[in-house]
């Protein structure tokens, strides 16, 4: 499949939100299977996600919510991978409506413009399956969400309108500035290199307390019979290079077809675990939309593109990294709000 990218060789290539889960993995695609230059840009970093390749790649500490740092980073770049987002799991995002919303649209207007003064060869944004309008998720049996269902709109988080926003930001960006944008609606992307503290999500947590167990309680969410599917960082990955090096500028879904309960998740993670652990549910835990799930028709007709890897040997792999490094992962999140 490596073939199918060497659009990338020879590219000054920038990923904004480089230090967080998708940024760092991307990183070290791009470093390890190509010839192109990689500067990595985020407002923190954890070193050692990056210190195999650090040679490899420019490393930037900044802040994009200023304009002019933007313009900055974005001189002689051909390919700007857009990441960064004020953003985390559902109980993160519900309680931080301003901030998030707030922080990501002055972000995202601040690249977007950045990239067309400085002439930027392709803008990738990472979109969110947060943009479905809310009566679409009521059941847990959902209908898997066609990239059209977005409108018209109704999300059920901030979040999401601010996505959604950006969304049509980028096409309007193309349309009046020719600036060739690329969207992707990420669904609930999990693996290596996953955030474990409060902007973590349910795979990383659910894994964390299971490694965790019994020093902390293994808690589930609400009733766990709510339903998402998940996706594989690896597949995630094969996805965005072929959606980048595409010519595709609609929004397409990244993510599994394959709809599991929250219950089920948990059973597969304690099963990999090896342990005996009890399940906890607090009934008042925040658990978002009842049921989501991806139609990847779309991007399946248009690039070829399906997840290979199963939930079960996604999770087998996550969990593996995180024992690997469990003397580095910082779970100090974990071990105050569930200990």
């Known amino acids: 499949m490596k073939k ?39 407002i923190r970093f954890i070193d050692w996600y990056l210190e195999d390749i650090d040679r490899k790649l420019e490393k930037i500490r900044v802040d994009i919510r200023d304009y002019w740092r933007c313009l900055k980073l974005t001189r002689r770049k051909d390919i700007v991978f857009h990441l960064s ?63 059209e269902d977005a409108i018209p709109a109704n999300p059920d988080t901030y979040y999401g309108w601010e996505k959604l926003t950006t969304e049509k930001l980028c096409e309007a ?20 290199y996953c955030s474990f503290d409060e902007r973590g999500k349910a795979p990383a947590h659910l894994i964390g307390k299971a490694l965790l167990y019994p020093r902390v309680r293994f808690t589930i969410w609400g009733d766990g019979r709510q339903t998402r599917s998940f996706c594989y960082i690896e597949d995630c990955l094969d996805a965005v290079l072929l959606l980048t090096s595409s010519d595709i500028r609609e929004p397409l879904n990244i993510g599994s077809d394959r709809l599991v309960t929250i219950d089920e998740l948990a059973n597969m993670i304690i099963k990999i675990s090896g ?7 607090i009934e008042t835990g925040i658990q ?14 248009l690039l070829g593109w399906y997840p290979k890897y ?26 105050r709000s569930i200990s």
């Open 173 to 192: 960006y193309y349309l009046d500035y020719e600036l060739e944008t690329r969207v992707a609606r990420f669904h609930n992307i999990y693996g290596e």
């Open 275 to 281: 342990k005996y652990i009890e399940k906890e549910y």
């Open 85 to 147: 987002a004020n953003m985390g799991g559902i109980g993160f995002i519900v309680i931080n409506r301003a901030n998030v919303m707030r922080d990501n649209l002055r972000m995202n207007v601040n690249m977007l413009e950045a990239s067309k003064e400085n002439n930027v060869e392709r803008f990738f944004f990472s979109s969110s399956a947060c943009v479905y309008p809310e009566e679409k998720q009521t059941t847990p049996d959902v209908k898997p969400l066609r990239e």
């Open 4 to 42: 199918l990218y060497r659009y990338f060789d020879n590219k000054n290539i920038l990923i904004t939100g480089g230090g967080g889960f998708i940024g760092t993995n991307l990183a070290r695609r791009l470093v390890s299977n190509y010839n192109c230059n990689v500067t990595v840009a985020d």
């Open 310 to 335: 199963s939930l079960e040997e996604g999770l087998e792999r996550t969990f593996t990294w995180a024992l690997k490094n469990i003397n580095r992962i910082d779970w100090s999140y974990l071990l």
């Open 288 to 301: 978002g939309v009842r049921g989501r799930n991806a139609d990847l028709t779309k991007i399946r007709q």
